[in-house]
């Protein structure tokens, strides 16, 4: 283990240890949100990850959302329970809510909404958004063409 806090080796090893020999070093995950999120359909912590990995989280998800120009969620998440928080990074991304769209443009543009708010989104460019929600709760996925996976949903 390399305990120089100047250290520049971003090598990890995410749940190797056993629950109760863990160290530190055991709970510290790096790496890069674009492959990563490619092996999780864009999620990169939350619920639905190994509890041994670092990334298990039932407090919080985060999702890294790749998304081609005209893609659209398969259809709108209705009874929502979690607070979302979405940024764009890059591209331009629409969000719909019930009376109201919501056109991210900027990057740093973001929204914010609470439990009860129906959505569904749109990427009017090629567009990456950050999606961060809270609880991680089981289930909200739209089903694909492979049909639901892991519980997930896509924000």
């Given at each position: ?20 020999a863990r160290t530190a070093a055991d709970s510290v995950y790096t790496g890069k ?123």
């Amino acid at each position: 283990m390399n305990d120089d806090p100047t250290s520049t080796s971003t090598s990890a090893s995410a749940g190797s240890a056993s629950s109760s020999a863990r160290t530190a070093a055991d709970s510290v995950y790096t790496g890069k949100a674009a492959p990563d999120a490619a092996t999780d359909r864009g999620w990169l912590l939350g619920h639905f990850k190994d509890p041994a990995d670092p990334r298990h989280s039932e407090d919080v998800e985060i999702k890294w959302g790749v998304h081609p120009k005209g893609e659209e969620r398969a259809q709108w998440v209705r009874g929502e329970e979690r607070t979302a928080l979405q940024v764009l990074i890059s591209g331009r991304f629409r969000l719909e809510f019930p009376g109201r769209t919501v056109v991210l443009a900027e990057q740093g543009d973001y929204v914010v909404w609470g439990r009860g708010v129906d959505h569904s989104w749109y990427a009017e460019e090629d567009a990456v958004v950050l999606t961060v929600r809270w609880p991680s709760v089981p289930g909200y996925r739209a089903d694909g063409p492979d049909g639901p996976r892991n519980g997930l949903s896509d924000a």
